[in-house]
């Protein structure tokens, strides 16, 4: 995870690398997930960006106005 607070902007990225470790944890119902993520960011005038990696893997970033 990397958290980012620049001058206009705070950002947080979260980084996987494709080996499937979140298959051993057990989803927990009600969850609102990448929608949910990007809902708050807009609420905030920010955004999300989601994604599969080159290379395999996935990320989720947010960038929410400071």
């Known amino acids: 995870m ?3 607070w620049r001058a206009d ?3 947080v ?3 996987d690398d494709g080996r499937g470790a979140a298959a051993l944890v057990e989803a927990r119902p009600g969850g609102q997930g990448l929608t949910g993520i990007e809902e708050r960011a807009r609420l905030h005038g ?3 960006i ?3 990696r080159g ?3 996935y990320r989720v ?3 929410v106005p400071a």
Do not use: F, H, K, Q
Request: no cysteine.
């Open 13 to 15: 990225e979260i980084v």
């Open 2 to 4: 990397t958290l980012d």
């Open 46 to 48: 920010g955004r999300s």
């Open 9 to 11: 902007t705070l950002v």
């Open 61 to 63: 970033r947010a960038e």
């Open 55 to 57: 290379g395999g893997g």
């Open 50 to 52: 989601t994604g599969p």
